[in-house]
């Protein structure tokens, strides 16, 4: 099969021109500077967080309260923290929450509380902690 000629002045026939020096320090610094951002968020969303915690156990003591046990592990024992514990129903709604003052002690311990609630619970259970305690909550 023969060859077309193409039109005159239509398509270029010169070749792609390798880039400059600058041009390909440019585009590694920018995937430099990409990687690093991406390692960065990772670390922030996936590493390790300062204070945790798990509930161990649950006992319903009613159809207007529970008993939640709960292991809070932090990094910083010498300073209080602060954990929601919730319960909810069958239905999955929120019935009972209370903040609960985890003093300053050990590094892992365990805490228990009774929660009032609203409608009877199926379950109590660690909405989370942090070390930014309530002025009211403090025992200083």
């Known amino acids: 099969m023969a060859q077309r000629a193409l039109p005159e002045g ?14 390909r320090w440019a585009l590694l610094a920018v995937a430099v500077a990409a990687g690093a951002l991406i390692a960065f968020v990772g670390y922030r969303n996936l590493g390790t967080k300062p204070i945790e915690a798990k509930q161990t156990a649950f006992i319903i003591l009613g159809d207007d309260s529970v008993k939640v046990s709960f292991e809070v592990s932090r990094d910083q024992p010498d300073r209080a923290a602060v954990c929601i514990i919730r319960a909810r129903s ?18 892992v311990v365990v805490e228990t509380t009774v929660l009032r609630t609203s409608k009877p619970p199926v379950t109590g ?4 902690c942090s070390y930014q305690v309530p002025a009211y909550l403090s025992t200083s």
Do not use: C, H, I, M
């Not at 398509?11 to 041009?23: D, H, K």
């Not at 259970?125 to 989370?128: K, Q, S, W």
């Open 10 to 23: 239509r398509y270029s026939r010169q070749t792609r021109r390798p880039l400059g020096r600058w041009a």
């Open 90 to 107: 069958k239905d999955g709604d929120e019935t009972g929450r209370r903040e609960v003052l985890v003093p300053p002690g050990n590094s």
């Open 125 to 128: 259970e660690v909405f989370g």
